[in-house]
C-alpha cells in the first residue's frame, strides 16, 4: 500500500473529514484526495467514512486505520532520520489533563526527561479527548481517570489510586470537623464543582440524590489549582483527590466517595521502544 494514501487518510482526518480542506493541506485536488481514500479503502476492503446528515466522519474501521497510519508515517519519517544522520529520533506523544499531567504524570517522567531531550510531548486534553487522541493515533498514550474498561483496540493498566478529599480554607466551619467529613455533611456547604458532563460532578449528583439533597454550587470550575484557589479565598468546598498538593488549606477525606484510578491508555499490540521504555517509566 503506497504511503500517499496514508497520508491523504491523516490529512482528511485533520481537516474534519473534509475533502477540500485535506486537499489544500497536501497539495493535492479534492477528487484526487477521494481517489486516494478510496485506494486505501479497496486495499484493506472497509469502508474509511460515511455519510451523517451534511458531514462525513470515519468509521470505526476508518478510525483504526487512521492510528496504523500515523504509526506508519512516524515511523518511516523516523528511519529517514535515522539513514540520514546515523542515530534514531523517536519522540512519544502523551494525553492527559492538566491535574494528572501535573500531580500523577511528571514526577515519574522526570528522570527520563532529564536524561534526555525532546523525548516526550504532552497534548493537555480532558479524559475523553485523551482517550480519542490515542485511538486516532494522534496520541501514543493517554492517561485517564476512571473505570477498568478501555474502548475497543485499546488496553489499560492502573497508575495510581486516589481517595477523594474535601478542601477548605482554615477559616472554614469544616476545617475544625478534625480529618474526616460524611459526604452527607460534606452536601451541607457550597461546593466548587466541575461543569455539568464531567466524572466527578455526576459522582456527587449521584451522592446528592442518595441523601435526598441537591448540590449547592458555589462555582463551576475546571482543574484541581483553580479550585484550591478559589476554596483558599473561602468561596466554597472543593472536591479533589489526594494526590494534588494543598499548602494551607484544610484536607479531610470524604466517607462514602468512591475513589478514582488513573489508568494509562495504549494501542494492543507492541508499540515503538520509546513508547515501551516511557510505559515501563510510568509504571515504575
Not at 7 to 18: D, M
Not at 49 to 55: P, Q, V
Not at 136 to 155: E, K
Not at 252 to 276: D, H, K, N, Q
Amino acid at each position: 500500500m503506497e504511503t500517499d494514501g496514508l497520508r491523504a487518510l491523516v490529512a482528511f482526518a485533520e481537516a474534519g473529514c473534509n475533502l477540500t480542506l485535506a486537499g489544500r493541506a497536501i497539495g493535492l485536488s479534492q477528487p484526487a484526495v477521494h481517489a486516494r481514500l478510496q485506494g486505501v479503502a479497496r486495499a484493506l476492503e472497509i469502508s474509511l467514512y460515511e455519510r451523517r446528515g451534511r458531514r462525513l466522519q470515519l468509521t470505526p474501521d476508518g478510525t483504526r486505520v487512521l492510528a496504523w497510519a500515523r504509526d506508519v508515517l512516524e515511523r518511516e519519517r523516523a528511519l529517514r532520520v535515522e539513514l540520514r544522520q546515523g542515530h534514531a529520533e523517536e519522540r512519544v506523544v502523551l494525553a492527559c489533563g492538566e491535574g494528572a499531567l501535573v500531580h500523577v504524570v511528571a514526577e515519574r517522567v522526570a528522570p527520563l526527561l532529564r536524561e534526555r531531550t525532546g523525548v516526550l510531548s504532552f497534548l493537555v486534553l480532558d479524559g475523553p479527548a485523551a482517550v480519542a487522541a490515542v485511538e486516532r493515533g494522534s496520541a501514543h498514550l493517554a492517561v485517564v481517570a476512571g473505570p477498568a474498561s478501555s474502548p475497543p483496540g485499546l488496553r489499560s493498566q492502573p497508575l495510581v489510586t486516589a481517595s477523594m478529599l474535601a478542601v477548605a480554607s482554615r477559616q472554614h466551619p469544616l476545617a475544625r470537623a478534625g480529618r474526616e467529613v460524611e459526604v452527607r455533611a460534606l452536601l451541607e456547604h457550597r461546593l466548587l464543582v466541575p461543569p455539568l458532563g464531567r466524572a466527578l460532578r455526576a459522582t456527587l449528583e449521584d451522592a446528592a440524590a442518595a441523601h435526598g439533597r441537591t448540590l449547592e454550587v458555589a462555582a463551576e470550575v475546571t482543574g484541581w489549582e483553580a479550585v484550591c484557589r478559589l476554596a483558599t479565598l473561602g468561596v466554597g468546598v472543593g472536591v479533589i483527590n489526594d494526590v494534588v498538593a494543598t499548602p494551607g488549606l484544610a484536607r479531610l477525606s470524604v466517607r462514602g466517595l468512591p475513589p478514582v484510578t488513573y489508568r494509562l491508555l495504549m494501542r494492543r499490540g507492541r508499540g515503538t521502544r520509546l513508547a515501551e521504555e516511557v510505559v515501563r517509566t510510568l509504571l515504575g
